[in-house]
């Protein structure tokens, strides 16, 4: 069982926007602003497209944003896109064990 | 070009030992801190190991702690996992990743993975 909570599949159109959630604890996502979103195509490496709740990696779209309120944080994309579709992971440092740990995962589906 | 490339997977038995390294290139190294992720067959991504860029100070997973040993050689850019006592549940696609930070953090450079299979 994965420390942090995400529903397992979430769909958009194209061209809507589309909320990823992400919960943990006081211990993790709600007591540090150090959770991270990944998004994972098949067969591919994970792509880091959010860091530290907002802040986006150079070269990753501004469609992509990140918040947090309490113990859940939320992955946003906006104008979604045929290729959005992927898995996205968050993560977050977590006191409990002095490391970081994954939530476990969300197939985006583009319809 | 800032780039990852792993190598040491394979086939291992059940309570066998395998050394994944990892060869980084176009990123000043010991600047950051490293660390491994694994991937199991058809399943989410799991935190392994991180070392800071000092190499200083190490952290793992409850899950690898006393088999799992973490090591760097800034001189050489390269990143090990020594793992011993390997049971069946390890196998996955082990990652190579770069911190975004000297000290533990998220990780926005990933190599290409490498498959460690435990199986007899």
């Known amino acids: 069982q994965s420390a942090l909570t995400q529903p397992a599949s979430v769909s958009g159109s194209p061209g809507q926007s589309i909320t990823l959630s992400c919960t943990g604890t006081?211990?993790?996502?709600?007591?540090?602003?150090?959770v991270s979103w990944y998004q994972q195509h098949p067969g591919k490496a994970p792509k880091l497209m959010i860091y530290?709740?907002?802040n986006r990696p150079s070269g990753v779209s501004n469609r992509f944003s990140g918040s947090k309120s309490g113990n859940t944080a939320s992955l946003t994309i906006s104008g979604l896109q045929a290729e959005d579709e992927a898995d996205y992971y968050c993560?977050?440092?977590?006191?409990?064990?002095?490391?970081?740990?994954f939530g476990g995962g969300t197939k985006l589906t583009v319809l | 070009e800032v780039q990852l490339l792993e190598s040491g997977g394979g086939l291992v038995q059940p309570g066998g030992s395998l050394r994944l390294s990892c060869a980084a290139s176009?990123?000043?190294?010991?600047?950051?801190?490293m660390g491994w992720v694994r991937q199991a067959p058809g399943k989410g991504l799991e935190w392994v190991s991180v070392?800071?860029?000092?190499?200083?100070?190490?952290y793992y997973a409850d899950s690898m702690k006393g088999r799992f040993t973490i090591s760097r050689a800034d001189s050489k850019k390269t990143l090990s996992l020594q793992m011993n006592s390997l049971r069946a549940e390890d196998t996955a696609v082990y990652y190579c990743?770069?911190?975004?930070?000297?000290?533990?953090?998220?990780?926005?450079?990933w190599g290409q993975g490498t498959m460690v299979t435990v199986s007899s």
């Open positions: 990743a770069k911190s975004v930070r000297i000290g533990m953090g998220p990780f926005d450079i």
């Open positions: 176009g990123f000043t190294f010991s600047s950051y801190a």
């Open positions: 070392i800071s860029g000092s190499g200083g100070t190490t």
């Open positions: 006081s211990s993790d996502v709600g007591g540090y602003n150090y």
């Open positions: 530290d709740v907002s």
């Open positions: 993560s977050s440092y977590t006191s409990s064990s002095n490391t970081w740990v």
